[in-house]
């Protein structure tokens, strides 16, 4: 869309979310986040939206009637992160993993991006356990990209376990790039490095789901995948 464009959505957004934020606090939250697309399309200054979203998260979180706890809390932890809030975002984010939420039976496409054919078959084998049939693998950043964008134009919206060092991308660089086709992916990022390292933080700000360090459990995959389903079944409300 032209500049212009992206104004009008703006308003159009930003309009529509001020009208239900009382009463649906999800669609207003979602809503004031597009708002904050279009601002950032314009290369303009969207935190204030960003943060009437995660305040609408947050309260969806704290309601005993609300039927994705989990989810609300991961989309908050989102916010946070794009805020530079990391702290907050840290409790966000274990406050969902502490949620013990129902299974949900989604079994969407899986891509496995990492350059180790060891990691890469450890993974495959890990996810086949858990029940998912269609699973893709990719040595680079370039082929994993193409691949999610084969998925999305058939409307199949994949989980990503994305590795950190790539032979020809970073791992920020293919998650923002997934992210800008698809807001709504989750991208779970698998990584040796610390948590608080620059690479990390810059590419978990990007709007990842989740991070799992080296070396991985099937828990820790299985854990990372149930919060990842978790965030697209709020999604999909």
């Keep these: 869309m032209k500049n212009k464009q992206f104004i009008t959505a703006h308003n159009l957004f930003l309009n529509q979310a001020e009208s239900i934020k009382k009463t649906e606090h999800l669609k207003s939250a979602f809503l004031y986040m597009l708002a904050a697309e279009c601002k950032t399309r314009q290369s303009k200054e969207s935190k204030e939206e960003i943060e009437k979203a995660c305040n609408l998260f947050l309260e969806y979180s704290q309601n005993k009637t609300s039927k994705n706890v989990q989810g609300s809390l991961l989309c908050a932890a989102k916010c946070l992160l794009i805020l530079g809030e990391y702290d907050k975002a840290k409790i966000s984010y274990q406050k969902a993993k502490s949620v013990i939420s129902s299974t949900i039976e989604v079994f969407r496409p899986v891509v496995i991006i990492d350059d180790s054919k060891a990691v890469s078959m450890k993974l495959k084998n890990y996810v086949e356990k858990l029940g998912y049939g269609e699973i893709l693998l990719y040595e680079n950043g370039k082929d994993g990209i193409k691949g999610c964008q084969k998925l999305f134009s058939t409307n199949k919206n994949p989980i990503v376990l994305l590795d950190m060092g790539l032979p020809d991308l970073e791992g920020d660089v293919v998650a923002t790039k997934l992210l800008k086709e698809n807001l709504d992916l989750q991208i779970i990022v698998i990584t040796a490095d610390e948590k608080?390292?620059?690479?990390?933080?810059?590419?978990?700000?990007?709007?990842?789901?989740?991070?799992?360090?080296?070396?991985?459990?099937?828990?820790?995959?299985?854990?990372?995948?149930?919060?990842?389903?978790?965030?697209?079944?709020?999604?999909?409300?």
């Design 196 to 237: 608080t390292t620059q690479r990390v933080n810059k590419t978990i700000s990007s709007g990842v789901s989740a991070f799992i360090q080296k070396p991985f459990t099937l828990d820790e995959i299985k854990n990372a995948i149930s919060i990842a389903e978790s965030e697209y079944s709020l999604l999909q409300q």
